[in-house]
Each structure stands twice: as C-alpha cells, then as structure tokens.
C-alpha cells in the first residue's frame, strides 16, 4: 500500500472516530408543523422526519457508508446543547457568536432573514410598531432569532416558549400578537393563522450551518467539504425544493 493511500485510510479512520464514535451518525433536527430551511416535518404516513435538514444529513451518513439515526428536539438551542454534549453527532442551526463559543461551524447552507409575523387583530403593519407598550411577542427558547429580538427591542419583551407549536398557539388564542421567528418558516406557517401577515424587512441576518463539537478538526473538515460539494453538485438544491422552497437561494460558496 502507498503512503498516500495509508494517508487516505488513516485520515478516513480519523473523521469516523471523531464523527461517529457510536458507529452510526447522529443527526439533531428540530421539526415543526409546517417546514422551512431548517424545520423538518413528521410525515404521519411513512412515520418518518422529512425535510432540508434531513436530506442534507442522511446524504451525509450515505457519504461516510453508515447509518443514520434521526434525533428531533423541540427547538434549535436544544439542537445546540446535543452538539456540545456529543449526544449527536452534527446538526444544523443558525449562527450567532453565543453558539460559536459552544459548538463549531462549517459552511452555510442557508441565509435567512428574522422578522416578526403579527396577528391580524394587532393593526401592527411596521416592525417599529412591534416595540410598543402592550404589544405581546412570542418567540423560541434560546434560539439565534429571540436573542436578536431582546437585543432590538427596546419596549416590548419577548416571552420564550419552547416549540413553534406552542408560538403558533398562542397566537390562535389571542396570547400574543407577534411572532419571532426566520421570513422562510412563515411561507408555511401563514396558512394556520387567518389574516395574520409577515412585516417587511428584518431585525437579523444570519445563516443556517452545518455544526460538530469542538475539539474534532477532522469532523469539521470533512463536514464542511461535503456541504461545499452539497452545495454545488445541487444536493442542496434539490433538498430545499423537495420542502417546497423552489425559490430560496442556496448560500453562495465559501459561505
């Protein structure tokens, strides 16, 4: 065997020790009730997690010739503190410099843009209009998108609640006015809330990564050529109008 070949075979052994240590690829999804870039859905039928995110990670766990095994947790902070504990293997969420310090990021797949959608029964037209005495906004529990929002925000507060079906709800039952949450869910969400709209520009750009914990360089080199290839081979492409969003752009490379 050649030296470069005995290079090849160790570094591949090195990737599947820091990236599968349980000999099968865990991958931290969150799922909602309707999909976006980064919420997968439960398919009842084929009781099965389908999305962006899924596609991307069992691609992924194809690439490596291993199985992959789906973990769901209820929102994107929850996703960051598997990564960090290592009770999954990799993920995918938004960055912001709070998630840098816990967890490492490879390349983006995604860019997303936060704004508020508002009830129909608010009269809210503007995000100014947001920051009002009175005005109830809901977001998600440690999430890239509620931290933004405090951080804007200068009168009201957002509350924190656990999963976008609980947001969705409280909405429904005339507990909040506006909702915290990225431009692409709402596309999807509109249609559970009548009459609501989504306001005009945004409070926060950031993009969704693929992520590992730190301390696995081999892990995250890996990753990350494979979401750069992902992204121009159309892999990604395809993932995002599988889920409906024919017409969101597939981050640039190098992002």
Known sequence: MSS????????????LREL????????????????SAL?????????AYRGVTVDIGNALAARLGIAAEIANF?????CT?????????VSFMPVDDERR???????IYYVLESTYLVTASSGITTLEEVDREGVRVVGIVNTTTIRSATRSLKTAVPEAVE?????????LQGKAEALA????????????????????GGFQQTGIAIAVAHGKPSALAFVSAFLEEAKASGLVRKALDDAGFADAPVAPPGA
């Not at 310090?101 to 390349?107: D, I, L, N, S, T």
């Not at 999963?163 to 909405?171: G, K, N």
């Open 4 to 15: 470069t070949t005995t290079d090849a075979v160790a570094r591949d052994d090195l990737v």
């Open 39 to 47: 919420f997968a859905v439960f398919d009842a039928e084929s009781q």
């Open 101 to 107: 310090r816990r967890v490492a990021f490879g390349p």
């Open 20 to 35: 599968t240590p349980t000999g099968s690829l865990r991958i931290g999804i969150v799922a909602a009730p309707a999909p």
């Open 74 to 78: 209820p929102n994107s902070g929850a």
């Open 81 to 89: 503190d598997a990564v960090e504990n290592e009770t999954v293997d």
């Open 163 to 171: 999963t976008i079906a609980e947001a969705v709800d409280r909405l």
């Open 181 to 200: 949450l990225s431009r692409d869910a709402f596309r999807t969400l509109l249609a559970k809330l009548p009459g609501a709209r989504v306001l005009d």
